[in-house]
């Protein structure tokens, strides 16, 4: 990060010009900037297709690290995106207008910009009114316009329009949002296959069936629009489908939705594999297999990088892009358009003829494949359920989208089926684009050139992506980046897969806070780190304190004091460096890792400190001003002297000062002393010689005294971060070599794989599984939508559109295919999703379930509310809240809690019912629209059984198995945060 003072010289610093304002307008420029590159990450996850948890964890985590060490972000911000994002980091921006100039200063000096290219900046920063004018003037003698520049040059003026563009793109009102991205994410390369698929048939029969099977589309994507908006970790987490399905189907349905979502991967890179290089290759006459190759190595380019950074509106342009070629290929069709190929029609059985199956061959299943765009409902509704709550947005602007494509296939399909003869395209074995190209010459290639590139070309490193991230995520993880944790300040939360069911009998949690260092009695050089331990596991929950110096094994610890009977845990700590005030850890564990911090780096210190009082401001930015100087540390009698107060009041407001994380403690040669934490710097690894000053020599790594076998070099190489990549890569590879195979002996396809896709996989995913979440969610969603549409939940309606789907499933696999491979995969798959289905039922996931939540807006000044549903149905029970001043006795399904912070107890009596599980969720909706657990001690009573959990550990969830049994809630809040 450049120096936010280059140009303020050091001397005007310390004679006190700016007195706190330079100091605290850097702490909080910074703030800035590492807070919009966080956003700035997020915002361009929205739309990968199937995101990695595990990576996003991992980029946040160093995302928090950078902020709390005063490091640069991993991602650096622009102009731009500041202005882009600057509503909401506008609250860390202190009221002070001597700050608000200093800022001003900083940004000037730092960008350039315009006065009409900021105005959320300006608004943000109060640059427009006049205290903060007359201030910055005072302070830099020269007027605040000096911070503006009168001309941009030719890039700056495109960057500046593009940026401003992209806001107004994600600032649609949520049905239009939704509208256009699910229509753009829709209609994608697959619609190039579209007229050799109906070719067999005939234009007029196509479009029937396009009608058909769109306007069966138009209710699953439906169903998958209200599952998603019943689903709360995907309303205010980091979930995506992958979680839904788990959290409303369970482990079984996870891992056929799981398979499902590889399989589609895999079938979609190798359709634009060859689509991408047979087009190319007619354009260029340079041979496919090179243009695989080509394509290939930019997937690799960005299987490394680990994202595409698409954003909603570059991820709009695209499609609107697309939608746009595809209208103009149209127009050129229909000016060639034939009434006989118009009017051509072949159907089974036609005129005495025999049933000829291969007319049927590639039909279905590239128009389900065309229509699937059910996973851009998931990405979207993050974005849209925070201003439409309601769902109603979501799943009229999905469908809405659908009827569009709709109308848009039928209109492609009649040009190009109507203006190339039925023969030409039915022996295609790439796109639809060289037979048009034929037909209407070179302009032909000049519009599908850029839709091959854009659809197919980013579409295949979408399909990377995915199928990368799916791989990744199973794969054993045997070391997690360095972790830093401030004292007392967050907590280091280890547990079971994600991928396991929430339920108590699977559920393992380990959390980790540091204490700081302390000196065992009788010892007086030998300083220990001190950690405490919150272990949960089936309904018990064990505390216990723990002290290292460089190595701790959970194994050992776990089975002397029998806490795990019976498990293996795989949990090994290696300190890098303690401090008083921090420790930095390597973790290497096979269990999911998260961290909970409560001052989450510098933007939350910042933003904290000015909402304390004077006094604590004053000794904080004295402090500061003290550090520039070279003084690290200030004693309890500078710092009490400083203030001016009796010495009991100067210790309670250090005492305070320290628990909120704005100064820290360093014992320096037996005096206790103080540090800002408002700037903290990067440390290495302890060197030998502070250990030894510690008064504990280094120890050698456990098993470094002997050499490891064959089989654990492998295993350990293997499970390597760089090991990790290659392993995830490969099935990319398995791709890339399958196609070369397929050019160099002449047998590749653009459609069969698509039509493949469509039959096996799209009727699971886009045809049966939205009927199973939507039967399922309604009745043990987490939260119900303020607007429920009955009539598409109707068994009736329900059953109808899954015997469609495994109809489909069946005839391919009776009739239809004559390959012996596919007709075995069309049954395969059809006898397997009726056993999933059985077994699901079997297993109570459509059975009602009990949701007790607890929801905490955002701001300290906002209410709590309260909601108890069973099968999707508010149920009365009897609630206790306990405050301070005494307890409230209602009997209600829902309520408003307007005094959250005098709350100690919330107590809920519920009755018997038919529901089969029990579901708790305490949260708080933090100003990102995310929901973390509540720092409470759980308590059910389930008649004699009681069982106790920390909400903290469980992100504020869990789940139990209920079957009609009279049940009591207690949820305690914790004042220190636990």
Same mark, same amino acid.
């Given at each position: 990060?450049?120096?936010?003072?280059?140009? !303020?010289?050091?001397?005007?610093?310390?004679?006190?010009?700016?007195?706190?304002?330079?100091?605290?307008?850097?702490?909080?420029?910074?703030?800035?900037?590492?807070?919009?590159?966080?956003?700035?990450?997020?915002?361009?996850?929205?739309?990968?297709?199937?995101?990695?948890?595990?990576?996003?964890?991992?980029?946040?985590? =160093?995302?928090?690290?950078? #902020?709390?060490? +005063?490091?640069?972000?991993?991602?650096?911000?622009?102009?731009?995106?500041?202005?882009?994002?600057?509503?909401?980091?506008?609250?860390?921006?202190?009221?002070?207008?001597?700050?608000?100039?200093?800022?001003?200063?900083?940004?000037?000096?730092?960008?350039?910009? =315009?006065?009409?290219?900021?105005?959320?900046?300006?608004?943000?920063?109060?640059?427009?009114?006049?205290?903060?004018?007359?201030?910055?003037?005072?302070?830099?003698?020269?007027?605040?316009?000096?911070?503006?520049?009168?001309?941009?040059? !030719?890039?700056?003026?495109?960057?500046?329009?593009?940026?401003?563009?992209?806001?107004?793109?994600?600032? #649609?009102?949520?049905?239009?949002?939704?509208?256009?991205?699910?229509?753009?994410?829709?209609? $994608?390369?697959?619609?190039?296959?579209?007229?050799?698929?109906? &070719?067999?048939?005939?234009?007029?029969?196509?479009?029937?069936?396009?009608?058909?099977?769109? /306007?069966?589309?138009?209710?699953?994507?439906?169903?998958?629009?209200?599952?998603?908006?019943?689903? +709360?970790?995907?309303?205010?987490?980091?979930?995506?489908?992958?979680? !839904?399905?788990?959290?409303?189907?369970?482990?079984?349905?996870?891992?056929?939705?799981?398979?499902?979502?590889?399989?589609?991967?895999?079938?979609?890179?190798?359709?634009?594999?060859?689509?991408?290089?047979?087009?190319?290759?007619?354009?260029?006459?340079?041979?496919?297999?090179?243009?695989?190759?080509?394509?290939?190595?930019?997937?690799?380019?960005?299987?490394?990088?680990?994202?595409?950074?698409?954003?909603?509106?570059?991820?709009?342009?695209?499609?609107?892009?697309?939608?746009?070629?595809?209208? =103009?290929?149209?127009?050129?069709?229909?000016?060639?358009?034939?009434?006989?190929?118009?009017?051509?029609?072949?159907?089974?059985?036609?005129? $005495?003829?025999?049933?000829?199956?291969?007319?049927?061959?590639?039909?279905?299943?590239?128009?389900?494949?065309?229509?699937?765009?059910?996973?851009?409902?998931?990405?979207?509704?993050?974005?849209?359920?925070?201003?439409?709550?309601?769902?109603?947005?979501?799943?009229?602007?999905?469908?809405?989208?659908?009827?569009?494509?709709?109308?848009?296939?039928?209109?492609?399909?009649?040009?190009?089926?109507?203006?190339?003869?039925?023969?030409?395209?039915?022996?295609?074995?790439?796109?639809?684009?060289?037979?048009?190209?034929?037909?209407?010459?070179?302009?032909?290639?000049?519009?599908?050139?850029?839709?091959?590139?854009? +659809? #197919? *070309?980013?579409?295949?490193?979408?399909?990377?992506?995915? @199928?990368?991230? /799916?791989?990744?995520?199973?794969?054993?993880?045997?070391?997690?980046?360095?972790?830093?944790?401030?004292?007392?300040?967050?907590?280091?939360?280890?547990?079971?897969?994600?991928?396991?069911?929430?339920?108590?009998?699977?559920?393992?949690?380990?959390?980790?806070?540091? @204490?700081?260092?302390?000196?065992?009695?009788?010892?007086?050089?030998?300083?220990?780190?001190?950690?405490?331990?919150?272990?949960?596991?089936?309904?018990?929950?064990?505390?216990?304190?723990?002290?290292?110096?460089?190595?701790?094994?959970?194994?050992?610890?776990?089975?002397?004091?029998?806490?795990?009977?019976?498990?293996?845990?795989?949990?090994?700590?290696?300190?890098?460096?303690?401090?008083?005030?921090?420790?930095?850890?390597?973790?290497?564990?096979?269990?999911?890792?998260?961290?909970?911090?409560?001052?989450?780096?510098?933007?939350?210190?910042?933003? %904290?400190?000015?909402?304390?009082?004077?006094?604590?401001?004053?000794?904080?930015?004295?402090?500061?001003?003290?550090?520039?100087?070279?003084?690290?540390?200030?004693?309890?009698?500078?710092?009490?002297?400083?203030?001016?107060?009796?010495?009991?009041?100067?210790?309670?407001?250090?005492?305070?000062?320290?628990?909120?994380?704005?100064?820290?403690?360093?014992?320096?040669?037996?005096?206790?002393?103080?540090?800002?934490?408002?700037? %903290?710097?990067?440390?290495?690894?302890?060197?030998?010689?502070?250990?030894?000053?510690? +008064?504990?020599?280094?120890?050698?790594?456990?098993?470094?005294?002997?050499?490891?076998?064959?089989?654990?070099?492998?295993?350990?190489?293997?499970?390597?971060?760089? $090991?990790?990549?290659?392993?995830?890569?490969?099935?990319?590879?398995?791709?890339?070599?399958?196609?070369?195979?397929?050019?160099?002996?002449?047998?590749?396809?653009?459609?069969?794989?698509?039509?493949?896709? %469509?039959?096996?996989?799209?009727?699971?995913?886009?045809?049966?599984?939205?009927?199973?979440?939507?039967?399922?969610?309604?009745?043990?969603?987490?939260?119900?939508?303020?607007?429920?549409?009955?009539?598409?939940?109707?068994? &009736?309606?329900?059953?109808?559109?899954?015997?469609?789907? #495994?109809?489909?499933?069946?005839?391919?696999?009776?009739?239809?295919?004559?390959?012996?491979?596919?007709?075995?995969?069309?049954?395969?798959?059809?006898?397997?999703?009726?056993?999933?289905?059985?077994?699901?039922?079997?297993?109570?996931?459509?059975?009602?379930?009990?949701?007790?939540?607890?929801?905490?807006?955002?701001?300290?000044?906002?209410?709590?509310?309260?909601?108890?549903?069973? %099968?999707?149905?508010?149920?009365?029970?009897?609630?206790?809240?306990?405050?301070?001043?005494?307890?409230?006795?209602?009997?209600?399904?829902?309520?408003?809690?307007?005094?959250?912070?005098?709350?100690?107890?919330?107590?809920?009596?519920?009755?018997?019912?038919?529901?089969?599980?029990?579901?708790?969720?305490?949260?708080?909706?933090?100003?990102? *629209?995310?929901?973390?657990?509540?720092?409470?001690?759980?308590?059910?009573?389930?008649?004699?059984?009681?069982?106790?959990?920390? @909400?903290?550990?469980?992100?504020?969830?869990?789940?139990?198995?209920?079957?009609?049994? =009279?049940?009591?809630?207690?949820?305690?809040?914790?004042?220190?945060?636990?």
């Amino acid at each position: 990060m450049a120096d936010p003072f280059d140009g !303020l010289s050091r001397e005007n610093i310390l004679d006190g010009l700016f007195d706190r304002h330079a100091r605290v307008a850097s702490t909080v420029f910074f703030a800035l900037e590492s807070q919009t590159a966080r956003l700035v990450y997020q915002s361009k996850q929205v739309f990968e297709l199937f995101p990695a948890q595990e990576l996003a964890q991992e980029r946040e985590l =160093a995302f928090l690290d950078a #902020m709390a060490e +005063g490091r640069d972000s991993p991602l650096r911000p622009t102009i731009q995106e500041l202005e882009h994002f600057a509503p909401d980091w506008a609250a860390l921006v202190p009221e002070n207008a001597a700050t608000r100039a200093t800022l001003a200063h900083l940004f000037g000096q730092k960008y350039k910009f =315009a006065h009409a290219d900021i105005p959320r900046m300006r608004q943000a920063l109060g640059l427009d009114t006049e205290a903060v004018r007359r201030v910055y003037l005072r302070q830099y003698q020269q007027p605040l316009e000096t911070i503006f520049i009168s001309r941009t040059t !030719l890039a700056e003026h495109l960057r500046w329009t593009w940026g401003a563009a992209a806001s107004r793109l994600e600032s #649609m009102p949520p049905f239009w949002t939704v509208f256009s991205l699910t229509l753009t994410e829709t209609v $994608g390369a697959g619609i190039l296959a579209l007229p050799i698929a109906l &070719a067999g048939v005939g234009p007029l029969v196509g479009v029937v069936m396009l009608v058909v099977f769109g /306007l069966v589309n138009v209710l699953t994507i439906a169903y998958m629009a209200e599952s998603v908006a019943r689903n +709360g970790a995907i309303r205010y987490g980091e979930a995506y489908f992958g979680q !839904l399905v788990n959290d409303t189907l369970g482990r079984t349905g996870s891992l056929v939705f799981s398979s499902g979502l590889a399989i589609v991967c895999f079938l979609c890179l190798w359709a634009y594999y060859v689509g991408f290089s047979t087009t190319l290759e007619d354009t260029t006459h340079i041979a496919a297999p090179v243009w695989v190759l080509l394509l290939f190595l930019a997937n690799l380019y960005y299987l490394q990088r680990g994202s595409l950074d698409a954003t909603i509106a570059t991820a709009l342009v695209i499609g609107a892009a697309n939608i746009c070629l595809i209208l =103009a290929l149209s127009l050129l069709a229909f000016s060639q358009l034939r009434l006989v190929n118009l009017f051509y029609l072949k159907l089974p059985f036609q005129s $005495g003829s025999t049933f000829d199956p291969s007319i049927l061959h590639l039909l279905f299943g590239v128009i389900l494949s065309a229509y699937f765009g059910h996973d851009a409902v998931g990405n979207c509704a993050k974005v849209v359920l925070r201003r439409d709550p309601s769902a109603r947005a979501l799943i009229w602007g999905a469908m809405t989208a659908q009827f569009v494509v709709i109308f848009l296939y039928c209109l492609w399909v009649v040009a190009v089926n109507g203006a190339v003869p039925a023969q030409i395209l039915a022996g295609q074995s790439g796109t639809v684009l060289t037979p048009l190209a034929a037909e209407f010459g070179p302009i032909v290639y000049i519009f599908g050139l850029v839709f091959v590139v854009l +659809g #197919m *070309g980013i579409g295949s490193i979408h399909n990377s992506l995915g @199928l990368y991230n /799916l791989v990744r995520e199973r794969l054993p993880h045997k070391r997690w980046p360095v972790i830093q944790l401030p004292r007392r300040q967050g907590q280091l939360i280890l547990g079971s897969s994600r991928r396991k069911a929430a339920r108590v009998k699977s559920d393992l949690k380990v959390g980790i806070i540091y @204490l700081g260092l302390e000196q065992p009695r009788g010892k007086t050089l030998n300083w220990e780190p001190r950690f405490c331990l919150d272990i949960q596991t089936e309904g018990r929950l064990n505390r216990l304190e723990i002290t290292f110096t460089k190595y701790w094994d959970a194994a050992g610890s776990f089975e002397r004091l029998n806490i795990l009977p019976g498990k293996k845990v795989q949990l090994e700590l290696e300190i890098l460096e303690a401090a008083p005030e921090f420790v930095r850890l390597q973790v290497s564990s096979s269990l999911h890792l998260s961290i909970q911090r409560d001052q989450a780096g510098a933007a939350s210190s910042t933003a %904290g400190l000015f909402a304390q009082p004077d006094l604590e401001q004053q000794i904080v930015t004295w402090m500061l001003r003290e550090s520039v100087q070279g003084r690290e540390e200030v004693t309890f009698a500078e710092a009490a002297a400083m203030a001016g107060v009796e010495r009991e009041e100067a210790r309670a407001v250090l005492a305070r000062l320290v628990e909120q994380g704005f100064i820290r403690e360093a014992d320096v040669d037996g005096e206790i002393r103080y540090r800002t934490a408002l700037a %903290g710097r990067r440390g290495g690894r302890l060197a030998d010689s502070i250990w030894q000053t510690l +008064g504990e020599p280094k120890e050698p790594a456990p098993g470094a005294g002997s050499k490891p076998g064959l089989l654990q070099r492998i295993k350990d190489g293997l499970f390597s971060r760089r $090991g990790r990549f290659f392993l995830a890569v490969s099935p990319v590879g398995v791709v890339f070599l399958w196609v070369e195979w397929l050019l160099f002996t002449g047998t590749e396809s653009f459609a069969e794989p698509l039509s493949f896709l %469509g039959v096996i996989v799209v009727s699971l995913l886009g045809g049966i599984f939205p009927v199973l979440l939507l039967a399922a969610s309604r009745r043990k969603g987490d939260i119900v939508p303020g607007v429920v549409y009955r009539f598409l939940g109707h068994p &009736a309606l329900l059953v109808s559109i899954y015997l469609v789907y #495994m109809a489909s499933l069946f005839l391919h696999g009776w009739v239809i295919w004559e390959n012996p491979v596919q007709r075995a995969a069309a049954v395969g798959t059809g006898v397997m999703m009726l056993s999933v289905t059985i077994v699901l039922a079997r297993q109570g996931v459509f059975k009602p379930r009990l949701v007790v939540e607890l929801r905490k807006e955002a701001g300290e000044a906002s209410p709590a509310v309260f909601r108890i549903t069973s %099968g999707g149905q508010a149920v009365d029970a009897g609630v206790v809240l306990a405050y301070r001043e005494g307890e409230e006795h209602s009997r209600s399904c829902s309520g408003e809690i307007p005094l959250f912070s005098a709350l100690r107890c919330a107590t809920f009596h519920l009755p018997r019912s038919n529901a089969r599980e029990l579901k708790i969720w305490a949260y708080q909706v933090t100003p990102e *629209g995310k929901a973390e657990g509540l720092a409470a001690v759980l308590k059910v009573h389930l008649d004699d059984e009681e069982k106790e959990f920390n @909400l903290k550990l469980s992100a504020g969830q869990v789940v139990l198995l209920l079957n009609g049994r =009279a049940c009591r809630v207690e949820m305690t809040l914790l004042e220190d945060g636990g």
